[in-house]
T-cell receptor, first 116, second 117 residues
Framework: AQTVTQSQPEMSVQEAETVTLSCTYD???????LFWYKQPPSRQMILVIR??????QNATENRFSVNFQKAAKSFSLKISDSQLGDTAMYFCAFMTDQGGSEKLVFGKGTKLTVNP | DAGVIQSPRHEVTEMGQEVTLRCKPISGHDYLFWYRQTMMRGLELLIYFNNNVPIDDSGMPEDRFSAKMPNASFSTLKIQPSEPRDSAVYFC???????????????FGPGTRLTVL
């Protein structure tokens, strides 16, 4: 079974600085998908960024980028120019490409606080 | 688009009562998912549907939980009888698997916070 590990339960960063959230996963499959979701205090789950394992290029969405290291099974999220609105729980998630399954497996999350 | 709609947003009930949570997926989406979020276990997939048919219900904790999707625009998650350990936030999500695509993004609703006393 696939597992997703987020080793940092909590992190904080000063506004305008850069922060990196860690995520590792375990799978025997060669093709899969990885996601970062953000959950602000409103509880809404919001997609931040996604990465297909077959793509070597790291995904980027504005201030958010990932460092995808397939061999190391690592998928970290970098937030540049942190803003107060980035304060939220961040969840890393994995989806297999096998058997047509659409199941997302989530990590436990990292609580990020952006300080003014 | 209005996004995924869930109701109610908050539900407080007493142990033993029946609870029904409702979800309206994004129009045109063909997958619907029910998740449960607790502090202890994080986010867990309970069940998901494809074209109104349940595909995988292996995450449903026990027979007290049931889910239906009578049509493409509505799904329910029912707990009968409810217990205090069912207290959690329940999320509904939907996605659309485009032809030729291997997967697509799941879009979440705002969640229902359930408290069972």
């Amino acid at each position: 079974a696939q597992t997703v590990t987020q080793s940092q339960p909590e992190m904080s960063v000063q506004e305008a600085e850069t922060v990196t959230l860690s995520c590792t996963y375990d799978t025997s499959e060669s093709n899969y998908y990885l996601f970062w979701y953000k959950q602000p205090p409103s509880r809404q789950m919001i997609l931040v960024i996604r990465q297909e394992a077959y793509k070597q290029q790291n995904a980027t969405e504005n201030r958010f980028s990932v460092n995808f290291q397939k061999a190391a099974k690592s998928f970290s999220l970098k937030i540049s120019d942190s803003q107060l609105g980035d304060t939220a729980m961040y969840f890393c998630a994995f989806m297999t490409d096998q058997g047509g399954s659409e199941k997302l497996v989530f990590g436990k999350g990292t609580k990020l606080t952006v300080n003014p | 688009d209005a996004g995924v709609i869930q109701s109610p947003r908050h539900e407080v009930t007493e142990m033993g009562q029946e609870v029904t949570l409702r979800c309206k997926p994004i129009s045109g989406h063909d997958y619907l998912f029910w998740y449960r979020q607790t502090m202890m276990r994080g986010l867990e997939l309970l069940i998901y549907f494809n074209n109104n048919v349940p595909i995988d219900d292996s995450g449903m904790p026990e027979d007290r939980f049931s889910a239906k999707m009578p049509n493409a625009s509505f799904s329910t998650l029912k707990i009968q009888p409810s217990e205090p350990r069912d207290s959690a936030v329940y999320f509904c999500a939907s996605s659309l698997l485009l032809a030729g695509a291997l997967t697509d993004t799941q879009y979440f609703g705002p969640g229902t916070r359930l408290t069972v006393l």
